[in-house]
């Protein structure tokens, strides 16, 4: 793997970032690119992304962690998430597939229960969970904390 950074992201890679969380499958809302770090190669291409999200004035979500899957398993993501922790206040909130916990685990966040999920994150558990009857998904919808 040639060499990559660690940056905030500039208006330019916009584009990348978005065919970035598509083609990883995840929510693919709130993605303006001054809120986002980037993993970039040499070559400019963008490898991986995250970001910290606000939901109203007190609530804030680590959240559109991808990195592409040639460069997965390489610590790309373990670097975007420590550089956003570094930079965020407490507490800081996630949602993931129950199958992504134990990554975000490392990190010290913890899975919350509903009763103790901020507005915002009750309204998309209880979709999920509707969504999920629907279809007949197998996988969980987490919700985890870092106080
Ligand atoms: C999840 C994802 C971002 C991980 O990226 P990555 O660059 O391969 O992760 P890293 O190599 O930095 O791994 C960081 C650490 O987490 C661990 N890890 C990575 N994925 C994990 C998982 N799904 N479950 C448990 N641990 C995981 C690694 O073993 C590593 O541990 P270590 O640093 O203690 O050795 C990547 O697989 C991805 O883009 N997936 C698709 C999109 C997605 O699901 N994003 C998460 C949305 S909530």
């Known amino acids: 793997m040639?060499?990559?950074e660690i940056r905030p992201a500039l208006e330019s890679e916009s584009g990348q970032i978005t065919d970035l969380i598509h083609e990883a499958g995840i929510n693919p809302t709130g993605l303006s690119w001054r809120r986002f770090l980037v993993a970039v190669e040499d070559s400019g291409?963008?490898?991986g992304c995250g970001q910290i999200k606000p939901h109203g004035?007190?609530?804030l979500e680590l959240a559109s962690i991808?990195?592409?899957p040639a460069y997965q398993g390489?610590?790309?993501a373990r670097k975007l998430i420590e550089t956003l922790l570094a930079q965020s206040p407490r507490p800081l909130y996630l949602m993931c597939m129950?199958?992504?916990g134990p990554l975000y685990e490392k990190f010290g966040f913890r899975k919350i229960k509903y009763g103790a999920m901020p507005k915002y994150f009750q309204r998309i558990w209880k979709l999920f969970g509707a969504a999920k009857a629907l279809r007949q998904v197998e996988e969980n919808l987490l919700v985890m904390k870092l106080e």
């Open 2 to 4: 040639s060499r990559y």
């Open 45 to 47: 291409r963008v490898i």
């Open 57 to 59: 004035k007190d609530i």
């Open 66 to 68: 991808a990195v592409r």
């Open 74 to 76: 390489r610590g790309i």
């Open 98 to 100: 129950e199958h992504n």
